[in-house]
C-alpha cells in the first residue's frame, strides 16, 4: 500500500507504507472512501513544528468497515463509517462528559493519507452512516471527521446564541464551518474576517452577514465599530497564532466567549491582559466524537452541505499536489480521493 | 482628614490627606463604617507593582451617606450603603452585561482606607441596605464590597453546581470565601487547599470537606487522587501567582471550569498546555455590583456571615499594623475602624 509521508520542510512523499492490519481485539480496518489536507498538517509541511523522522500523514478519513477485532461490537463489515482525529473509548469520564479527544486511552490518528486505514478503539471512535452515502455526499461526510466538527466545537465553546452576534477569525476550512456553525445556531450577525475573495464568497453562502478584511488593530477597530463599541458576544478562534488569539480577545465584549480551536503555535497569553479582558476562554481539540450523530443526520437529511470547503479533488497519488495548492493558499482544502 | 498613603515597598503611612468632596453630580460622600486592607493592596506593599509616588490606599468601604452630588437618585444622605471596588454607571451595555467592574465609564475606587470617601457614580455604584445595620453585621457587608463579591465570582465563573466537586487554590479571604460561595450554590464537595492551620479551620466552618495542604506538582496529584483521577469540576483560582493559576489549571477536569480572580502578576499562559488541557477559563475584576443586592440580602437575612474572615479589627490610625499582620500572614484579614 503507498501512502503520504512527510520527511521535512515541504517533503511529503507518496511512497510505500505497511499494510494495516488488526493489532488489538478492538481495532477495526476501513477501506478509505476519501481522506484530506488538514490545515493542522501545514505546521509541520511548513516547517513550524519538528518532523524528527519520515512520518505518516493524515488524520481525516471516512470509508467502509473492512474488518473489526474481537472485541467490536458497534460496527461491523461492509457498513460505511466516519471517525474522529482522536481514536476514543467513549466510556472513561472524559468522554462520557463529552470531551472524547481527552479520552484517557486517547490515540491520535496519523496515517489517514492512505487508501487502507486501522482505527483503535473502533466501537468509541466510529460512527456509521444509515447505509452507504452517495459518492456526492463523502466530501460533506469526510469533514465531520475533524474540520465540521471543529468548527462546530468553536461556536459550542463560544457559546454562540440565538440572536447573538459572532465574529470568525481564520477563512481556513474550520473558520468558514466555524461561520456554517454558527449559522445553525442562530446567530444573528456573523463577521468574518477575510481577505481572500474566494472564501469571503463561501463564508457568505454559509451565513457571513458581514466580512472584515483588515487584521490586528485595524481588524479589531473594524469589528468593534460594526458592534457599536462593544465587541462581539462570540469569536471564534480558527487560526492558532499569537495574532489571530489576540484578535479575537481584544474583539469581545466582557463576559463573551471564546472557542479556541486552531491549534496555538508559539502562543503566550499575559495572565493581566487577559484577566482585564473579562473574556471567557474555551477551546482545545474538538471533542468530534460528541457532535458524529448529529452532525451525520444534518448531513444525511441534506440540511448542511460543508463539503463545500473541498474546492480541489485530486487522486490519493497526487498528495503532493494537495499539499502545495493549501500552503501557497491556492486550495481551501484539497480532497484525496484513493 | 488622614488616610493611608503608601510611599514604597513596606512603607504605608497614616497621615493628612484632602478631604473628599462632591466634584461631579453623580458623585456622593460617604462616612466611612469600616474599611479593611485587601491582598491586592499587598502587590505594591511587597513591591511587587511598582509604586511611582505616594499613593492613596483602600477600595474596600460601606458606610452612611452624608452628601450627594445633584444628580444623585438612588441614595440619599442617612442611608447605609455599600459599594464596589469598580464604580460604574450600571447603563452602559457592559454593566447591563452583567460586567459592571468593565464599565465603559469605570473608576477604580482608591482612597477608602480613611474617614470619609467621594464616590463617583453613586447611582450605579452603591447599593443601600434595607435599614441601618447593627454594629456586629457591618463587617459582612463590608466584605460585599470585594472579597465577599470576588469569591462569589469566583465560584460563578467557575460554573460551580449543585453536587459538583470544587477545588480552591489560596486560603486568602477571597479563598475562603469561594468556599462558602461555592457552599451556598450546592457544591458536593470542596477541597481547599491551605497550608494554615486557622485557615483550614475556617474553610471547614464555610463548607470544605477536604483539604489539600501541597501545592505544585503533589498538590495536583492530591487533587487528582481525591476525584479518582478525573480532577475538580470547577476551580476557583484566588491567588494570581503563575504557580497558582498552573495549579489551578491542571487540577481541572477536561470540560470543566476555572474561575480566576487572583490579579495574575507575571502569569504567562502557554497556549498550546491551555488548548490540550481543555479547561474553561474565565475570572477578571468581580463584577461586585451585579451581586450586591443578593449578598445583601443573604446577609441581611443572616444567611451568611463572611465577616468572619476579619481576624484582626484595628482603628483606623493603626492601618500601617493592619499591612502588617497581613503581609507577615498573621491576620486573614484585617477590618479598620474609623
New interface residues.
Given amino acids: 500500500m503507498k501512502g503520504a509521508v512527510l520527511y521535512g520542510p515541504r517533503d511529503v512523499r507518496f511512497e510505500e507504507r505497511e499494510d494495516p492490519k488488526i493489532i488489538k481485539p478492538t481495532d477495526a480496518i476501513i477501506k478509505i472512501a476519501a481522506t484530506c489536507v488538514c490545515g493542522s498538517d501545514l505546521w509541520p509541511y511548513r516547517g513550524l513544528q519538528p518532523v524528527n523522522e519520515p512520518t505518516p500523514m493524515g488524520h481525516e478519513y471516512c470509508g467502509i468497515v473492512e474488518g473489526v477485532g474481537s472485541a467490536v461490537r458497534s460496527v461491523k463489515p461492509g457498513q460505511f463509517v466516519i471517525g474522529s482525529f482522536a481514536a476514543s473509548d467513549n466510556t472513561c469520564?472524559?468522554c462520557r462528559?463529552?470531551?472524547q479527544?481527552?479520552c484517557?486511552d486517547r490515540e491520535w490518528m496519523l496515517r489517514a493519507q492512505a487508501p487502507v486505514l486501522r482505527v483503535p478503539l473502533a466501537d468509541g471512535t466510529l460512527v456509521a452512516t444509515p447505509e452507504t452515502p452517495s459518492k456526492e455526499m463523502i466530501p460533506s461526510l469526510l469533514t465531520l471527521s475533524d474540520v465540521m466538527g471543529t468548527g462546530w466545537f468553536a461556536a459550542v465553546a463560544a457559546d454562540v446564541k440565538p440572536g447573538k452576534t459572532v465574529a470568525v477569525v481564520g477563512d481556513g476550512a474550520v473558520g468558514l464551518l466555524g461561520v456554517l456553525s454558527a449559522k445553525l445556531m442562530g446567530a444573528g450577525r456573523i463577521i468574518a474576517m477575510s481577505r481572500h475573495e474566494k472564501r469571503q464568497k463561501l463564508a457568505r453562502e454559509f451565513g457571513a452577514t458581514d466580512i472584515v478584511t483588515d487584521r490586528g488593530d485595524v481588524g479589531v477597530a473594524r469589528i468593534k465599530e460594526l458592534t457599536?463599541?462593544?465587541g462581539a458576544d462570540s469569536v471564534l478562534e480558527c487560526v492558532?497564532t499569537?495574532e489571530s488569539?489576540m484578535q479575537a480577545i481584544r474583539a469581545t465584549?466582557?463576559?463573551g466567549s471564546i472557542g479556541?480551536v486552531g491549534?496555538?503555535?508559539?502562543?503566550?497569553?499575559?495572565?493581566?491582559q487577559?484577566?482585564?479582558?473579562?473574556?471567557?476562554?474555551?477551546?482545545?481539540?474538538a471533542p468530534v466524537r460528541r457532535f458524529l450523530p448529529d452532525l451525520i443526520d444534518l448531513v444525511w437529511k441534506g440540511k448542511i452541505n460543508p463539503g463545500k470547503v473541498f474546492d480541489l479533488t485530486l487522486p490519493l497519488d497526487q498528495v503532493t499536489e494537495g499539499y502545495r495548492a493549501m500552503d501557497e493558499r491556492r486550495a481551501i482544502k484539497a480532497l484525496l480521493v484513493p
Fill in positions: 469520564p472524559h462528559a463529552g470531551y479527544s481527552s484517557i457599536k463599541g462593544i492558532g499569537q488569539m465584549r466582557p463576559g479556541y491549534v496555538p503555535h508559539g502562543v503566550q497569553l499575559d495572565g493581566q487577559l484577566f482585564f479582558s473579562h473574556v471567557r476562554l474555551h477551546g482545545g481539540p
